[in-house]
C-alpha cells in the first residue's frame, strides 16, 4: 500500500471550511467553572479541595494517587463553590468542582515561571509533564507520561506527531499548527529527548496546506524532524492506521504503538508539554472547535478547562433553534449531549451542532450482507458477521471474530446501507466480553 | 405520515426549578453522527438500471412477448410482497426495490414463451417461499429470482426448455427453435460427438444475443455493460463473476484440449447460455453470497466447476442457476473459514 495511507476508510464530508479560516480566540473566563476530577483514562485521581477552598491558578485540586492517571489543576483563582455531580461529556455524571473565578487570574506559587529546558534530562522532563496532569488531547485522554514510560526492552525510534485531524468539522488542531507551529515543534523535541528517538514525523492530512507549509519550514532546520502528507482518508488519525501510513509497522492486536516501535502524540498535547515544561503551566486550557451549521459563528477557542458548553455557545452567537444534536468531539467518533450543560475537559478536541434535517437516523433493519462495512472498516473486521452476533446476543462469537480490536471509528455505520447501528452494537458486545473475562478471573 | 415535532422535554416532569438552565434537550444516540447517505433501495435501483440494457433488448429481439414476460413478472413480485407483509403485519417495504428487482431478474431468467401462469407460479416461489417465509430480505438464504427459476424448471421442463424462439424483430414467427447449448448436447446424445463449426457471424451473434435463450441471457455484451457499470458504482466487486466466469472458461479448457469431439470450445460455453447474468447478476446477490474477497473467490470457484459438471454431464444442457442455488447453501460455511485477518494479527502457526 503507498505511502500515507491504509487499507479501508471512508470520505465523509469534511466541512472543515466552517472554521479552518478563523484564528483561536481567547475566550473570556465565565462566570464559573466545572473542574471535573475525572479526566484521564485509568484511575481517577483523588480530589484534595472541599467546598469553601480557595484556589490559585494552577494549584493541585485532585491528585493522581496511581501511576495510570493524572492531576487536575485549578484553571483560575478563585473559590471552590461546591463539589458535585455535573453531566461530563461521556454522558454521566461525575463528581467535580466548581470554581467561581475571583478575576484576579492569578497563578500559584512555582506555576508560570519560564524555566532553561536545554539542561533537563529524560526524567525531569516526565516528572514535569505528569505534573502539568498532561493527557492526550485528541479524545482518548491516556496519561502522556504512561507512553513517555515504555518498559526497558521496548525501543521506540520513531515519533509520530499527530496532526492528522481527521475527524469531519474540527479544524482545532489545524489552527494550532498554523499559529503555534513553534511550540509544537519544541514540545515534540521534547518528547524525543525523554525517549532518545531520533526521527520525528509530523503527519497532516493533505487537506491543510497551510499547516503542512507552515510546520515544514518551521521545523526544516530541526535534525531528525520531517513532515509527512497523509492521505485525506477517515479514520487517519486512528494510532494504529496512522502509524501503518507512515512506518507501514502494524501494532499487533491486543498492543500499543510501542510494540511497534512508534510514539505517537497529538499535537496539542506536544503544544502542552511545551507549556508545562518550559513555563511551568500545568494543562488547564486548550482549544476547542465550536461549529457545526446549528450555531452562529464557528470558531476555534481558546478556553479553560470546566467552561461549560453553554459558555462556548454564547462566545459563538448561540445556537439556531433547529438544533437537534450536540456532539462533544467530531461527529464520527464524539458522544452526543443531551443537554449544554457539559463543560470542557482536557479530551474535548470540539462541539459540533448539527441541525435536525442533518442527523442521520440509524434503524435496526435486518443487514443485507453487502459487504460494504467489510470494505470499509479499517480494522479488517466483519461488522456485518459481528452485528448478528450481537443482535443475537452470541457476545462469545462476538469475541472470536475479534470484537475487543474494534476501535469504534464508526466507517461501518456511515457506509452501511440498512443504517444498522453498528458501533453500538460493538460497544455493547465489547462490555460484555470484558465483564465475562473478568468475571472468569 | 404524521410529521412529529421533536420533543424538547420529557412529558410530566417540569420540575418547580427555575429556567431550565440546559437549555433545549437534543437527540442523544451512539455515535457516528454523520452517514454516507446510501440505502438499500438506492443500491437495488443501481442493479436494476444495470438491467436496463439488457431488458430493452430482449424487449428489441423478442418482441411483445418479451413485455409481457417482465410487466406480469415484476408486478406480481410486487404485488405478492406487499400482500405478504400485510398479512404478515410486517413493515411494508416494497420501496426498497427488491421485489422489483426480483421480478426483474426471474423474467430476464425465463423463455419469451412464457405462459402468464407460469410466470406467477414462479414469482410466488421467489418472493413468498424463498424470501418472505425466511423473514424477507437479508434473511433469505437462497437467491429468490433463482428459487423460483429453479421451481419451473422442474415443475414445467416443457415450457422452460422447449419452446424457445429464435429472434426475429419483433413479428414473433415463433420459429422454434433450441438454444445453442440444448443443440450441442443433442448431436452429442445422438452423434455421439459435437457438431460446432461456428463462423465468425455466428460468433459475433452470440455475444450481441442474435441467438436463442431466455429474455435476458443472451446479450453477453450488454450484460458484460451492467456488470462493469455496478463494479464501477461499487455495489458489486470484480471477484465473484471474474472467479465464476474463468473457473468455467478453465474446465472447459481442459475438457475441450482431451477431446475436442466432445467437449466444446471454452469460449463457447463461456458466453452461451446464462453464465454471464448468472455470474454478474446472480451470484453476487449480497444476502446469499459470502461477504469477503476471499470467501467471493471459492464462491465462484464452486459455482464454475459445478456449472461445468452439469452441463458436461448432468441431465441439463445448462447449470448456471442449479449451481449458483447449490453454492448459495455453502455461504455461511465460506464465511465461516474466510474470516477476514484483523489488522495486525499476530500470526499463529495453525489456525485454532
Known amino acids: 500500500m ?39 483514562l485509568g484511575a481517577p485521581p483523588e480530589p484534595i479541595v472541599k467546598k469553601g477552598d480557595t484556589v490559585r491558578k494552577g494549584q493541585v485540586i485532585a491528585e493522581a494517587k496511581a501511576f495510570v492517571s493524572a492531576p487536575v489543576h485549578a484553571p483560575t483563582s478563585g473559590t471552590v463553590k461546591s463539589i458535585d455531580m455535573f453531566p461530563h461529556p461521556v454522558g454521566t455524571d461525575m463528581p467535580a468542582a466548581v470554581i467561581e473565578p475571583d478575576g484576579e487570574d492569578a497563578w500559584a506559587e512555582g506555576c508560570n515561571v519560564e524555566r532553561n529546558t536545554d539542561s533537563l534530562g529524560p526524567d525531569e522532563i516526565k516528572k514535569l509533564v505528569q505534573g502539568g496532569g498532561l493527557v492526550g488531547m485528541g479524545g482518548a485522554t491516556f496519561p502522556t507520561h504512561v507512553k513517555l514510560s515504555p518498559p526497558e526492552h521496548k525501543k521506540i525510534n520513531i515519533l509520530i506527531v499527530n496532526g492528522a485531524e481527521c475527524e469531519p468539522f474540527l479544524t ?15 514540545g515534540a523535541a521534547l518528547f524525543a529527548r525523554v525517549l532518545g528517538v531520533e526521527r520525528v514525523v509530523v503527519s497532516i492530512e493533505k487537506n491543510k496546506p497551510d499547516a503542512i507549509e507552515t510546520m515544514r519550514s518551521r521545523s526544516a532546520d530541526r535534525k531528525g524532524f520531517s513532515v509527512a502528507a497523509v492521505n485525506v482518508l477517515y479514520p487517519q488519525g486512528a494510532e494504529k492506521q496512522l502509524i501503518y501510513s507512515i512506518t507501514h509497522r502494524k501494532v ?3 498492543g500499543l504503538p510501542m510494540d511497534a516501535g512508534v510514539l505517537v502524540q497529538n499535537v496539542g498535547t506536544c503544544f502542552a508539554a511545551y507549556e508545562a515544561v518550559r513555563f511551568g503551566r500545568p494543562l488547564i486550557q486548550r482549544v476547542v472547535t465550536v461549529t457545526g451549521s446549528g450555531v452562529a459563528e464557528p470558531k476555534n477557542i481558546l478556553a ?15 445556537i439556531s433553534g433547529d438544533t437537534g444534536k450536540v456532539i462533544s468531539g467530531g461527529p464520527m467518533m464524539g458522544v452526543a449531549q443531551y443537554s449544554l450543560g457539559a463543560s470542557v475537559t482536557k479530551g474535548t478536541s470540539g462541539v459540533v451542532f448539527l441541525r435536525r434535517d442533518e442527523i442521520p437516523q440509524y434503524v435496526n433493519d435486518p443487514c443485507i450482507r453487502c459487504g460494504k462495512c467489510v470494505t470499509a472498516c479499517p480494522m479488517r473486521l466483519n461488522p456485518s458477521a459481528l452485528s448478528i452476533f450481537a ?11 475479534n470484537v475487543l480490536d474494534c476501535i469504534e471509528c464508526g466507517c461501518c455505520a456511515y457506509v452501511c446501507p440498512s443504517r444498522r447501528p453498528l458501533v453500538h452494537h460493538f460497544r455493547r ?13 | 405520515m404524521e410529521e412529529k415535532a421533536p420533543e424538547t422535554k420529557p412529558e410530566g416532569k417540569q420540575p418547580t426549578e427555575k429556567k431550565p438552565e440546559v437549555g433545549p434537550r437534543f437527540l442523544v444516540s451512539s455515535s457516528p453522527h454523520m452517514h454516507g447517505g446510501q440505502a438499500v433501495g438506492d443500491i437495488m435501483r443501481l442493479v436494476i438500471y444495470a438491467l436496463v440494457p439488457v431488458t430493452l433488448f430482449s424487449v428489441f429481439v423478442f418482441g411483445l ?14 404485488i405478492f410482497e406487499l400482500l405478504w407483509q400485510r398479512i404478515a403485519k410486517r413493515r411494508v417495504a416494497v420501496r426498497d426495490c427488491s421485489a422489483v428487482l426480483t421480478g426483474l431478474l426471474l423474467a430476464l431468467n425465463l423463455p419469451a414463451t412464457s405462459p402468464w401462469w407460469m410466470i406467477l407460479v414462479g414469482t410466488f416461489f421467489a418472493i413468498v417461499i424463498a424470501k418472505q417465509i425466511y423473514g424477507g430480505l437479508g434473511y433469505n438464504p437462497f437467491n429468490p429470482a433463482l428459487v423460483g427459476r429453479v421451481v419451473l424448471l422442474i415443475s414445467f421442463p416443457v415450457q422452460m426448455t422447449a419452446r424457445w424462439v429464435t429472434p426475429s424483430k419483433w413479428g414473433m414467427s415463433a420459429v422454434t427453435t433450441a438454444t445453442p447449448l440444448s443443440r450441442m448436447r443433442e448431436s452429442l446424445l445422438s452423434q455421439g460427438r459435437i457438431d460446432l463449426h461456428l463462423s465468425q457471424r455466428e460468433w459475433i451473434d452470440l455475444l450481441i444475443g442474435n441467438r436463442a435463450g431466455c429474455l435476458g441471457e443472451v446479450s453477453v455484451v450488454l450484460l458484460v455493460l451492467g456488470g462493469i457499470f455496478l463494479i464501477a458504482k461499487k455495489v458489486i466487486s470484480w471477484h465473484t463473476p471474474a472467479s465464476y466466469i474463468l473457473t468455467v472458461w478453465a474446465l472447459t479448457g481442459i475438457f475441450h484440449l482431451a477431446d475436442p469431439t466432445r467437449y466444446a470450445n471454452p469460449s463457447f460455453h463461456v458466453i452461451t447460455g446464462g453464465l454471464f447474468i448468472g455470474a454478474l447478476f446472480m451470484a453476487t446477490d449480497y444476502v446469499t453470497s ?12 464452486g459455482c464454475g466447476v459445478i456449472t461445468v459438471v452439469i452441463r458436461l454431464f448432468g441431465a441439463y444442457p445448462e447449470g448456471v442457476s442449479f449451481a449458483i442455488l447449490l453454492m448459495n447453501a455453502t455461504t455461511p460455511l465460506i464465511d465461516r473459514y474466510t474470516k477476514p485477518a484483523v489488522f495486525g494479527a499476530v500470526k499463529k502457526k495453525a489456525a485454532a
Not at chain 1, 479553560?304 to 448561540?318: K, M, P, Q, T, Y
Not at chain 1, 460484555?432 to 468475571?439: I, M
Not at chain 2, 459470502?290 to 470457484?301: C, D, V
Open chain 1, 391 to 401: 443482535e443475537r446476543m452470541a457476545f462469545d462469537k462476538t469475541d472470536e471474530f
Open chain 2, 290 to 301: 459470502p461477504i469477503t474477497p476471499r470467501g467471493m473467490l471459492i464462491f465462484g470457484f
Open chain 1, 2 to 40: 503507498a505511502y500515507g495511507a491504509f487499507a479501508g476508510g471512508v470520505h465523509p464530508a469534511y466541512n472543515k471550511e466552517l472554521a479552518d479560516r478563523r484564528a483561536i480566540e481567547e475566550m473570556p473566563l465565565p462566570e464559573q467553572l466545572v473542574v471535573y476530577f475525572t479526566q484521564n
Open chain 1, 429 to 441: 458486545a465489547k462490555a460484555e466480553v470484558r465483564k465475562k473475562a473478568k468475571r472468569a478471573g
Open chain 2, 65 to 78: 412477448a418479451a413485455v409481457r414476460v417482465i410487466v406480469i413478472s415484476v408486478v406480481s413480485a410486487v
Open chain 1, 252 to 254: 499487533p492486536t491486543g
Open chain 1, 172 to 186: 482545532a488542531d489545524h489552527r494550532l499548527m498554523v499559529e503555534r507551529a513553534d511550540e509544537i515543534i519544541e
Open chain 1, 304 to 318: 479553560r478547562i470546566g467552561a461549560s458548553f453553554e459558555d462556548l455557545v454564547r462566545f459563538c452567537g448561540g
